[in-house]
Structure formats: structure tokens, C-alpha cells
């Protein structure tokens, strides 16, 4: 049953992480609220029924984007809308703007956080695939205890992730290699049926070009399958070939997706392993033509 109202809660302002943190583990029950999209959502269909909620949207500094040497720390309660205008972020990790100027409206990119999002796990999220092919890390934070985690191991299954009940996201960590003077590309896809819904599949490729040879392909997927894969089989299959329209067509096609597919009132499983063959080879193509400076 969709109500207006959520149910009943307590509310308590954290003022720093630590304070939040010592509030997650005071009580049962306790959740944390950051931009709100997502759970105030979950709360009115009654799927989510906090005792308390500790909100961290005030902390100051938690969505901060900060230079770690060559990479990136994005705090946790940096908003879709800040990310996707970030110059920094443009510059190092163009994929995670266009990720995040693909997020829901610009009222949802207002308050939506990173932290947010993947905490939320929502199978059907931007980030997930992007921060998997980028092989970003996730700093995680307790009244006891402090983890890195790589996002490859973060997303256990829709809703799910390695959080555990008095835990917070911190930040998200992005490191980059040095240039190996290949040319670097990259695109992230979203197909979806009306333009600000969530995807129901969508992609992140990035590819290192060497001498029109592809040197790196890295391709994840994400919305189809219950948390994001990299297609490791479809990145050897076009390592040391050329860059070519017909090499990434062909491997595409290629695509063995296993028997997770997600079948739902969206779309079946069938119709999704064809959209993403399609759109694997789109983001891939498009990802090439930028590395080449061909787009
Ligand atoms: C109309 C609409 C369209 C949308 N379209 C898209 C889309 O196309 N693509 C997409 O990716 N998303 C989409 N979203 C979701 C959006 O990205 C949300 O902003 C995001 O899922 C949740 O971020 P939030 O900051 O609002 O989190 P909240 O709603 O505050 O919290 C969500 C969950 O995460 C937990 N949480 C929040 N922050 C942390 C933290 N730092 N550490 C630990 N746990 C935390 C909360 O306890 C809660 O369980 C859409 C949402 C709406 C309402």
C-alpha cells in the first residue's frame, strides 16, 4: 500500500561521523538518511520502518571531493548534480559524471547522494557498474571499526551489499594509473523506456587503445543481473585486435550472460540480453571514438 506519510520515526541530526556512527550502534533499528530519495520512498510503501533515522546530510565535509595523489576520494554525501559538474571528477573519471547526469531528474540529482545510492543497492543504479569497471574502492565506517572494500565485492545482490546494520559508507576511493601512452576512452549507457526512469540495462565500457589495437577493454554491466558483472570473457575476446567497429560487433554478439538475467514487469530476460548486446556495442564504439578523438 503506497500512504503520503511514513510511518512513525525518531530523528537525530548527526553533526559529525563519529557521532553518527556512535547513534548507528546506540539502537536497534537506527537508519541513516542522506538525500532521502530512496528510503523516504521505501518508508511510504511501508517496505522500510526505522525506529530512527540519523540524518548525515549536514555533516560538514561527507561530500567533499578531494585529489588523493592522481585519483579521486568522493565523500559519501557528495549529490549526483555536484558530481556530474565536477571539473576534477571530468577531468580523471569522465564515466562517473556521465553516470551521475544520468540519475532520475534534477530534482532526485539535487538530493541524491553517492553514499546514498550504493548503500541503497537498487540492482537498476548508475554507479554500480561504473565503480566496478573503475575498480573503485569503498571506505566504510563504525563506532569500532574502519574497512576498505573493493566495489566488486561491495554489491552482494539487489538491495544487498557487504553494509553491515551499524556501518556507514564514507567515501568512495578512485585511483588512477599512471598513462602508459595509450589513449583511454570511456561511455556509460543507460537504456531505459522513458528517459528519467531507472535503467533497465545499462553499461560501462573502457577501453586503452595502443597503435589501433585495444590494449585494455574493460566492459561491466549493470540493471540486468541481480549486481553488476564485468564481462571478462567479452574483454579478452577483443584484447590485441583491432579497435574496429566489426571486432566489437561481432564480440558483442558473443555476449553469454548466463541464466541470472532479470526478468520483470520492465521487460524479459530475453528482451534485456538483446538490449545489451546492443548497447554493449554502442558504449563500447563510443568509447573507442573517444579515445581516438574520433567523437
Ligand atoms: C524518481 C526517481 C528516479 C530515480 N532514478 C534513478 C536512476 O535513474 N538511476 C539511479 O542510479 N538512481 C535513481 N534514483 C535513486 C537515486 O539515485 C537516489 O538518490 C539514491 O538511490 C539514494 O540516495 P539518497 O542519498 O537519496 O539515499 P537515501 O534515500 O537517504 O538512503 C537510501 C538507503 O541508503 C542508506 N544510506 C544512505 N547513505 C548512506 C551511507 N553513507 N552509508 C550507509 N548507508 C547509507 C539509507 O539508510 C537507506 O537504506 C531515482 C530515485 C527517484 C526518487
Not at 575476446?237 to 583491432?242: E, I, P, R, T, V
Amino acid at each position: 500500500m503506497y500512504t503520503l506519510t511514513p510511518p512513525k520515526f525518531d530523528y537525530k541530526r548527526a553533526s559529525s561521523v563519529e557521532e553518527a556512527c556512535k547513534l548507528l550502534a546506540a539502537t536497534d533499528g537506527t537508519k541513516v538518511i542522506a538525500g532521502g530519495q530512496s528510503l523516504l520512498v521505501a518508508m511510504r510503501l511501508r517496505l522500510a520502518s526505522p525506529a530512527v533515522l540519523v540524518d548525515i546530510g549536514h555533516i560538514s565535509g561527507l561530500g567533499n571531493i578531494s585529489e588523493e595523489g592522481m585519483g579521486l576520494n568522493i565523500g559519501a554525501t557528495c549529490t549526483h548534480s555536484k558530481l556530474a559538474r565536477s571539473k576534477e571528477v571530468m577531468e580523471r573519471f569522465p564515466i562517473l559524471c556521465e553516470a551521475a547526469a544520468r540519475v532520475g531528474d534534477e530534482q532526485v540529482r539535487n538530493r541524491g547522494t553517492i553514499g546514498g545510492s550504493i548503500s541503497h543497492a537498487d540492482p537498476a543504479g548508475n554507479y554500480a557498474p561504473v565503480l566496478t569497471a573503475l575498480n573503485a574502492k569503498i571506505a566504510l565506517v563504525s563506532a569500532s571499526n574502519r574497512r576498505t572494500i573493493a566495489a566488486s565485492n561491495f554489491f552482494e545482490g539487489p538491495y544487498t551489499t557487504v553494509l553491515n546494520g551499524d556501518e556507514l559508507v564514507e567515501k568512495v576511493i578512485l585511483e588512477k594509473k599512471p598513462s602508459s601512452g595509450t589513449r583511454e576512452g570511456h561511455s556509460f549507457m543507460k537504456f531505459s523506456t522513458m528517459p528519467q526512469e531507472f535503467a533497465t540495462v545499462n553499461v560501462a565500457s573502457i577501453v586503452a587503445i595502443k597503435d589501433g589495437k585495444f590494449e585494455e577493454v574493460t566492459v561491466a554491466l549493470g540493471a540486468l543481473l541481480p549486481k553488476p558483472r564485468i564481462m571478462a570473457e567479452l574483454g579478452e575476446s577483443l584484447m590485441g585486435k583491432a579497435a574496429s567497429a566489426e571486432n566489437i560487433r561481432q564480440a558483442s554478439q558473443e555476449l553469454h550472460l548466463g541464466s541470472e538475467i532479470i526478468s520483470d514487469y520492465k521487460a524479459s530476460a530475453q528482451y534485456r540480453t538483446h538490449i545489451a548486446k546492443v548497447l554493449v556495442a554502442r558504449s563500447l564504439l563510443t568509447a573507442v571514438n573517444r579515445a581516438t578523438g574520433a567523437e
